[in-house]
């Protein structure tokens, strides 16, 4: 799921305010608890590019991704960009339910690199399943997408002792302070583009009136090792990654 909503609301509000109390991961073993490092947040917001494209759910197919990416003019038949200028958003859960989800996020990564040189932008959202990759909930994985990442087993945290051997090299990579927990620590949870928000689930007023930067940066502190659980706004049910608001049972109540 995703949203594309209005932002003429949300511009300048982004501003932090009071914390409410944090909520812990739902996931056995404690990350780091060393104090935040002194990070500078990336910026959320960017002007309106001359062209711009949105990708949606991936969920660990290759195949289905490169096929977007070329249709919308990212890349070529080997893969490499060829975007130019052009903004892509990729509105998150590039992981679970198929085999391919390493390669899909390196694929990312290696493309937001190259777009940069171009004068183009490949930004990629977390969704809710990379959090609960995170969090250690490994429900929607598959048994061929554990494959690639059993070269991390050596370094699995205690907390990957409840989980089948065979997940214990993912757990390693995705635990907070891990390094694909690391890799989704340079991503945000909401952009703003333009006139547009994007974001895996919705953006709510309350989101707004926490601090849509307090968010994201609280998140990629926890996602480094830095803090012991996320911030409990985005991973409850009406969090940003969660929230249904806009696409379950839409009327008068949503819209305003």
Known sequence: MASRLPVALLLGLLTACDSPSPQPAGTPGTAQKDS????????LTFDAPKRLIAL????????????????GGAIDESGRWVGGDLFVVQVGDQV???????????????????AKATGGAVVALNGNHEIMNA?????????????????????APPAATRLPEAQHGRAAAFFPGGPYAKKLAERPLVVIVGDSVFVHGGVLP???DYGLEKMDKETRAWLRGEAAVPPKIVVSEDGPIWARTYSASVGKEECA
């Open 56 to 71: 949606g759910d991936l969920h660990g197919d290759l195949d289905a991704t490169k096929r977007a990416l070329k249709l």
């Open 36 to 43: 935040p490092q002194q990070v500078s947040a990336p910026s």
């Open 96 to 114: 679970d339910r198929g085999d391919d989800d390493r390669a899909i996020l390196d694929l990312f990564d290696s493309l937001s690199a190259d």
């Open 135 to 155: 969090q250690l909930d490994f429900r929607y994985v598959t048994e061929g997408s554990n494959v690639p990442f059993a070269e991390f087993a050596p370094a």
């Open 206 to 208: 309350k989101h707004v």
